[in-house]
């Protein structure tokens, strides 16, 4: 499945963005999703996952509160919701489609080309 990432950009701290993973295919929502994000020097890390049925989420601990991370099978399309940004917010984020629902980058599938967003203070 090809997935395509949109709606980074430039945010201001406190700020909110909206990201969006568009993907190719219905089976789509079959998939676990996840979105993650690496910044310069950095591994890259889990930010939200999102399980097939959407009854399962999980966040990283930094963004718990903050973002939400909700699909649209209907739209083959998969959110992230950012709020209250930060300056360590700044990356380049990925969505990401497995066949199990993991944190584990590994077990991912299939990825988009990523998105930056950058959050300035």
């Known amino acids: 499945v090809q997935l395509v990432e949109s709606g980074g950009g430039l945010a201001q701290a406190g700020g909110s963005l909206r990201l969006s993973c568009a993907a190719s295919?219905?089976?789509?929502?079959?998939?676990?999703m996840g979105w993650f994000r690496q910044a310069p020097g950095k591994d890259r890390e889990l930010v939200a996952a999102i399980a097939w049925t959407g009854s399962n989420t999980v966040y990283a601990d930094s963004v718990k509160g903050r973002f939400t991370i909700s699909r649209d099978d209907a739209e083959n399309t998969v959110y992230l919701h950012m709020n209250s940004l930060k300056t360590e917010d700044t990356a380049v984020y990925y969505c990401?489609?497995?066949?199990?629902?993991?944190?584990?980058?590994?077990?991912?599938?299939?990825w988009g080309q990523g998105t930056q967003v950058t959050v300035s203070s």
């Open positions: 295919e219905r089976t789509v929502r079959t998939y676990n």
């Open positions: 990401a489609a497995a066949t199990v629902f993991t944190v584990q980058p590994a077990d991912y599938i299939s």
